[in-house]
């Protein structure tokens, strides 16, 4: 019997891929853990590797195929023993019906896992089970967010392959309680989409269409304009600024970065500022744990961890790898890890656990000589820590003038997590690593 691969939901908000690269062909012969294709996500570069054994007997789905619905049939394999062409002949029938299933993906996403005619059954089953109080299949974001939110998943209906809970279900179900409050019922009722559409069709009457060049938002650049409208329409900014002085830290610094072993002529690491900036602001978070926080309405999840997300710009936008418990790492282990998850954001070959999540994050557009700036949060975060460029300017010591590296850092904060007073004093603990720095090293 002929095996379908599946386009597979490489994140759990992942709708769509683009199929980037096949490394296999039409009667190749194909093993478990062999990699088939290459899938590109609206952040990152992922390899499909095969579950089971047979020979390919049909490319559904052309290399270099954009917008290719999770769940779709992507390829055809024949069984061992079973006729090459007689597995693709019977693909050809089923193509079809694969295409009707994923085209109203759209607006009736749970859908979707009708791709797989002889299965069509399995999503209602899976419902039934949960509404019996079985097993309820949710992937492990869904579950989490369910739980702050304090949502029963039995009452949420899937979405993902198979009918699988995933994050988006959940937030849908969550929009619903919102929209019966007669205070909440506005802005819960305006879909982004309508303005934005009539906002587009009013720019575009302004100019001459032989003045510019229509490009259209690849799936990062709608990502990350959906987050951040998300983020200034629903979580209530609130902005700390700080100068620290640069001095002792640059001097420290040099000291790490000369005392560094060689391998082959090449130092062991190279300690860069950011990353200086990344060990201070964790250890500022453990030192105050108050600040350390995300908003839920069920309550506030204070974190045990510094997890903090690096801003990292790469063609089309931005992501956020993240460096895991990066309070107990060393300077150089932290340089080190940036190098490598910077390196593969930009390749786009990041794994999902490496961007998703964290406990806060910093942007440091000090490299482009931006002084100041204050960044958007990026939820569930409740901070985010803006840096600007160090620089010398005239400060007064001791009655005197003199001359310091200073370098200005912004705290943007929820409001409703972090008040004022709380985010000032996150921000003094950071200015204390900073112009100590050697109490980062004990």
Do not use: C
Not at 319 to 336: F, W
């Amino acid at each position: 019997m002929p095996i379908k691969i599946l386009m597979p939901a490489l994140s759990p908000t992942m709708e769509t891929g683009n199929l980037t690269k096949w490394n296999v062909k039409v009667g190749d012969a194909v093993k478990s853990g062999m990699v088939l294709a290459e899938i590109e996500t609206d952040k990152a570069t992922m390899e499909v590797e095969a579950v089971d054994e047979g020979v390919v007997a049909k490319l559904v789905v052309a290399e270099g195929s954009a917008d290719v619905p999770v769940n779709a049939v992507i390829a055809i394999l024949a069984e061992e023993g079973e006729d090459v062409a007689a597995a693709a002949a019977a693909a050809d029938g089923a193509a079809p019906v694969v295409a009707k299933a994923e085209a109203p993906k759209s607006e009736e996403k749970a859908e979707a896992p009708k791709a797989e005619a002889p299965k069509q059954e399995a999503p209602k089953a899976e419902a039934a089970k949960a509404g019996e109080g079985e097993r309820i299949f949710a992937s492990p974001l869904a579950r989490r967010v369910a739980k702050d939110k304090g949502l029963d998943l039995k009452s949420v209906k899937g979405s993902g392959p198979k009918g699988r809970i995933i994050l988006r279900d959940v937030e849908g179900a969550e929009a619903a309680p919102k929209a019966a409050a007669p205070q909440a019922a506005t802005p819960a009722a305006a879909p982004a989409p309508k303005p934005a559409g009539a906002s587009d069709e009013m720019t575009l009457k302004l100019f001459d269409p032989e003045s510019y060049e229509l490009i259209p938002h690849d799936g990062m650049r709608k990502t990350i304009a959906r987050r951040l409208t998300e983020s200034k329409q629903t979580v209530p900014h609130f902005y700390v600024t700080v100068d620290v002085e640069l001095d002792a830290l640059l001097a420290l610094r040099k000291d790490i970065n000369d005392a560094a072993p060689t391998a082959d002529g090449k130092p062991a690491y190279k300690v860069s500022v950011n990353d200086m900036v990344i060990k201070a602001y964790a250890l500022a978070l453990k030192a105050v744990p108050d600040a350390h926080v995300s908003w839920t309405d069920g309550g506030m999840l204070k974190h045990k961890h510094a997890d903090v997300g690096v801003a990292v710009s790469i063609p089309g936008g931005l992501i956020t790898p993240i460096v895991r418990k990066a309070d107990e790492k060393s300077l150089s282990t932290i340089s080190n890890e940036v190098k490598d998850l910077a390196k593969r954001a930009k390749d786009r070959k990041l794994k999902p656990e490496e961007y998703q999540g964290g406990t806060t994050s910093v942007s440091n557009l000090g490299m482009f000589g931006v002084k100041d700036f204050a960044a958007v949060i990026n939820p569930p975060h409740a901070t985010i820590l803006a840096v600007g460029a160090g620089e010398q300017r005239a400060v007064v010591k001791g009655g005197q003038l003199a001359v310091a590296t200073v370098m200005s850092v912004t705290l943007s904060t929820d409001h409703r997590a972090v008040d004022g007073a709380l985010g000032a004093e996150l921000l003094k603990a950071f200015k204390g690593f900073i112009e100590k720095p050697m109490s980062m090293l004990v």
